[in-house]
């Protein structure tokens, strides 16, 4: 049997300051999550993402992106992984993002970008961000 990866956490998007533009943002986000490919030999899927779309149902002032899946050892594929999501980030409006890695092999990693300036627009060039990681010990 091979070993399994699971992979979950959450984009928050940009806190509402507006309520029109929070109201745009927050739809061309889910657009964007809408656009994304449910065919199985992708890394990032349709399927794997969800956010609340009411005010006062899960959508206060921040719209928080949430996704997870599991994999096959994805960690052997990281990299990939990796840009795929950062391509999805390029495309969205957001201010933080956290990814959870847990895996059987070489135990839980913690990633997080958060963008440079605070907020990141899709039209914005060049994904500028900081990226910092955290790793506990494998599983026994």
């Known amino acids: 049997m091979q070993a399994e990866s699971i ?3 959450c984009i ?21 999550l809408a656009e ?12 794997m993402f969800s956010c609340c779309e009411q005010p006062g149902a899960g959508l206060f ?14 960690e052997y594929e990281w ?17 933080s993002a956290v990814v959870h890695l847990e895996t059987e092999l070489s135990g839980t990693h913690t990633f997080h970008w958060e963008s440079e300036s605070g907020l990141h627009s899709p039209r914005q060039g060049e994904l ?13």
């Open 61 to 74: 002032q921040t719209q928080v992106i949430h996704f997870g899946a599991s994999y096959p050892g994805i």
């Open 79 to 95: 990299k990939l992984w990796v840009a795929q999501f950062e391509e999805l980030l390029r495309r969205l409006y957001w201010s």
């Open 7 to 9: 992979v979950y956490g």
């Open 128 to 140: 500028r961000m900081r990226c910092a990681w955290e790793r506990e010990g494998a599983r026994i």
């Open 12 to 32: 928050r998007g940009w806190p509402a300051t507006d309520p029109l533009g929070a109201e745009v943002r927050q739809a061309h986000n889910r657009r964007m």
């Open 36 to 47: 994304l490919p449910d065919e199985q030999w992708s890394f990032l899927g349709r399927e």
